[in-house]
């Protein structure tokens, strides 16, 4: 899924090309990326679309877009192999989240019938029905979300706007489940959730419980999305110990990245019956193309 825009420039790519091609399921099974971008175009110039063509990725899920409709061009609304949906904040330059698929879904959506909250971009959901007759395990509903969850790090004010957003977002989870639970679809929710669940999720664990991101309300909500609701840490389920290699997110303050003082704040949250399926996850430090790095995950099924 590489943009034909001769203005953008592989970010070493001579570096990367020899190690692209991940290990897992490839073509046989469904791949799932998702990548906080700190904005689309930025991460165009520095190579992420070159390097998301090598993946072989079923679904692209990318937030943080910093774009309207008006910037996108048209290489980054679609190339060859995959088409984008995106959810555009009305405030320029903020937000905004988008899905890529190589195999087109039956429906998409955009927002999450929130009156504050959908006017800032943060929610793509795209519907997959797939054919029980098709050779191969699937399902015959899966829905993927592509989500940016509010950072309360900036202010006070926008600290409170996440806990009305937590607020709003736990009884829609409740309500993807129960409609998991009624029509056996699947829904695999991808994206930059601004909280780092436990100890292990963070390098100073200690300095940051009473920063945003790590607050104890904040980790809490986040338990009763996996304990109460049912949802599953599909990261967490195949990697339940790691600590320095989970990390997805630095901080461009001092020397973050180069010390590896990282946060694990990007997922992919998914209803039991796919998060089952999980065989491999991934997080691509190689090469940067924002302050989060890709979160890679392939499952055995189908689209």
Same mark, same amino acid.
């Given at each position: 899924?590489?943009?034909?825009?001769?203005?953008?420039?592989?970010?070493?790519?001579?570096?990367?090309?020899?190690?692209?091609?991940?290990?897992?399921?490839?073509?046989?099974?469904?791949?799932?990326?998702?990548?906080?971008?700190? +904005?689309?175009?930025?991460?165009?110039?520095?190579?992420?679309?070159?390097?998301?063509?090598?993946?072989?990725?079923?679904?692209?899920?990318?937030?943080?877009?910093?774009?309207?409709?008006?910037?996108?061009?048209?290489?980054?609304?679609?190339?060859?192999?995959?088409?984008?949906?995106?959810? &555009?904040?009305?405030?320029?330059?903020?937000?905004?989240?988008?899905?890529?698929?190589?195999?087109?879904?039956?429906?998409?959506?955009?927002?999450?019938?929130?009156?504050?909250?959908?006017?800032?971009?943060? &929610?793509?959901?795209?519907?997959?029905?797939?054919?029980?007759?098709?050779?191969?395990?699937?399902?015959?509903?899966?829905?993927?979300?592509?989500? &940016?969850?509010?950072? +309360?790090?900036?202010?006070?004010?926008?600290?409170?706007?996440?806990?009305?957003?937590?607020?709003?977002?736990?009884?829609?989870?409740?309500?993807?489940?129960?409609?998991?639970?009624?029509?056996?679809?699947?829904?695999?929710?991808? +994206?930059?959730?601004?909280?780092?669940?436990?100890?292990?999720?963070?390098?100073?664990?200690?300095?940051?419980?009473?920063?945003?991101?790590?607050?104890?309300?904040?980790?809490?909500?986040?338990?009763?999305?996996?304990?109460?609701?049912?949802?599953?840490?599909?990261?967490?389920?195949?990697?339940?110990?790691?600590?320095?290699?989970? &990390?997805?997110?630095?901080?461009?303050?001092?020397?973050?990245?180069?010390?590896?003082?990282?946060?694990?704040?990007?997922?992919?949250?998914?209803?039991?019956?796919?998060?089952?399926?999980?065989?491999?996850?991934?997080?691509?430090?190689?090469?940067?193309?924002?302050?989060?790095?890709?979160?890679?995950?392939?499952?055995?099924?189908?689209?």
């Amino acid at each position: 899924m590489v943009p034909n825009n001769p203005s953008i420039r592989p970010a070493r790519h001579d570096d990367i090309k020899a190690r692209v091609a991940p290990e897992g399921l490839g073509r046989t099974g469904i791949r799932i990326i998702s990548l906080n971008m700190n +904005g689309i175009r930025s991460a165009a110039r520095k190579g992420a679309f070159e390097w998301l063509a090598m993946q072989q990725a079923d679904i692209v899920c990318v937030q943080e877009l910093k774009a309207q409709q008006d910037d996108m061009t048209t290489e980054l609304l679609a190339n060859a192999t995959h088409t984008g949906w995106f959810h &555009y904040a009305e405030k320029k330059g903020y937000s905004g989240a988008g899905l890529y698929a190589r195999v087109p879904p039956a429906t998409t959506r955009v927002g999450f019938r929130s009156a504050e909250f959908d006017a800032e971009g943060r &929610y793509v959901r795209a519907d997959f029905d797939h054919d029980p007759g098709t050779e191969g395990p699937g399902f015959a509903k899966l829905s993927v979300i592509s989500l &940016y969850m509010p950072s +309360g790090s900036s202010s006070p004010e926008r600290q409170q706007a996440k806990f009305r957003f937590l607020d709003e977002f736990l009884p829609h989870l409740a309500l993807l489940m129960q409609e998991n639970r009624d029509t056996g679809r699947e829904f695999v929710i991808c +994206g930059d959730w601004n909280i780092a669940h436990r100890e292990i999720d963070l390098k100073n664990w200690r300095g940051n419980r009473k920063n945003s991101g790590f607050l104890p309300e904040e980790r809490a909500w986040l338990s009763r999305v996996f304990d109460e609701l049912g949802w599953v840490d599909v990261y967490r389920r195949l990697h339940p110990d790691t600590t320095g290699e989970s &990390y997805t997110w630095w901080s461009n303050r001092g020397q973050s990245w180069a010390n590896n003082v990282g946060w694990r704040i990007d997922y992919q949250i998914a209803t039991p019956g796919i998060a089952s399926r999980a065989v491999a996850a991934r997080i691509w430090k190689e090469t940067r193309f924002s302050d989060h790095a890709p979160l890679t995950i392939d499952y055995d099924a189908s689209l």
